[in-house]
C-alpha cells in the first residue's frame, strides 16, 4: 500500500475546473511532484516544488499544499487533459520515494 | 535530452536480468537517478535510486537484498541488476532523472519509455 493516498477516480466537464489530491503524513515534511501519465505513455512531470511547472506545461496545471495535503488543479480542464494523475514524495522516513495510488481524470 | 531502457524480455522465475539506461543530452554525472515501475493497469511504484557517483543508493523493500543499482559515469549508463526475479516483479521499468533544488524540492523530471520485464514459466 502506498503511503500517499490519492481518490482512485475523478471527472469534470470540459472547461470546468477540478481539483486532485494527495494525502500523507511525510507530505508534512517532504516536497511533492505531480505526474500525468497518458494511456501507453512514460509519465510527465507537470508540478515541482509547490506551484512551479515545467517548460511547455501548459498555466491552467498548478499546485498547491496545506499540512499533509497536496493538490493539483485544473483549471479550464481540456480532453488532452484526461489521463492518470500521480503525486510523488518521500516516505515518512525519507529513505524512500513514493508515489500515491494514482487518479484517473475523466473529462466528459 | 533522452534517457533510453533497455535489457527487459520474458525470464523464468527465480532468473536473472540486468536492465540499462542509457542518457544522453545532459550531463549524467551529475544527476541522482531512479529506477521506477508500472505492472499492467496498475500505478508507478518506486525500486531504488543511485546518487550521482554511486556511492550510495537504496531500494524498495520489496526488491532489497534481490536488486542491485549502478551506474558508470563513463559511459552514461545506469543499470539494475535484477536477481531470484517473482511473478511479482513483472512491470515496465522506467529510470527516470531526478532533479532538486536548495529548499528541498525534488521531482522526476526526464523519463525513459520504460523496458517490459516478464516473470513467468
Known amino acids: 500500500s502506498s503511503e500517499l493516498t490519492q481518490d482512485p477516480a475523478v471527472s469534470v466537464a470540459l472547461g470546468q475546473t477540478v481539483r486532485i489530491t494527495c494525502q500523507g503524513d511525510?507530505?508534512?515534511?517532504?516536497?511533492a511532484s505531480w505526474y500525468q501519465q497518458r494511456p501507453g505513455q512514460a509519465p510527465l512531470l507537470v508540478i515541482y516544488d509547490k506551484n512551479n511547472r515545467p517548460s511547455g506545461i501548459p498555466d491552467r496545471f498548478s499546485g498547491s499544499s496545506s499540512g499533509n495535503t497536496v493538490s493539483l488543479t485544473i483549471t479550464g480542464a481540456q480532453a488532452e487533459d484526461e489521463a492518470d494523475y500521480y503525486c510523488?514524495?518521500?516516505?515518512?522516513?525519507?529513505?524512500?520515494?513514493?508515489f500515491g495510488g494514482g487518479t484517473k481524470l475523466t473529462v466528459l | 535530452v533522452q534517457l533510453v531502457e533497455s535489457g527487459g524480455g520474458l525470464v523464468q522465475p527465480g532468473g536473472s536480468l540486468r536492465l540499462s539506461c542509457a542518457a544522453s543530452?545532459?550531463?549524467?554525472?551529475?544527476?541522482?537517478m531512479h529506477w521506477v515501475r508500472q505492472a499492467p493497469g496498475k500505478g508507478l511504484v518506486w525500486v531504488s535510486y543511485i546518487n550521482s557517483d554511486g556511492s550510495t543508493g537504496n531500494y524498495a523493500d520489496s526488491v532489497k537484498g534481490r536488486f542491485t543499482i549502478s551506474r558508470d559515469n563513463a559511459k552514461d549508463t545506469l543499470y539494475l541488476q535484477m536477481n531470484s526475479l517473482r511473478a511479482e516483479d513483472t512491470a515496465l521499468y522506467y529510470c527516470?532523472?531526478?532533479?532538486?533544488?536548495?529548499?528541498?524540492?525534488?521531482?522526476?523530471?526526464?523519463w525513459g519509455q520504460g523496458t517490459m520485464v516478464t516473470v513467468s514459466s
Open positions: 527516470a532523472r531526478e532533479v532538486g533544488g536548495s529548499s528541498g524540492w525534488f521531482a522526476f523530471d526526464i
Open positions: 543530452g545532459f550531463a549524467f554525472s551529475s544527476y541522482w
Open positions: 510523488s514524495s518521500r516516505d515518512s522516513s525519507g529513505n524512500h520515494w513514493v
Open positions: 511525510s507530505l508534512r515534511s517532504f516536497y
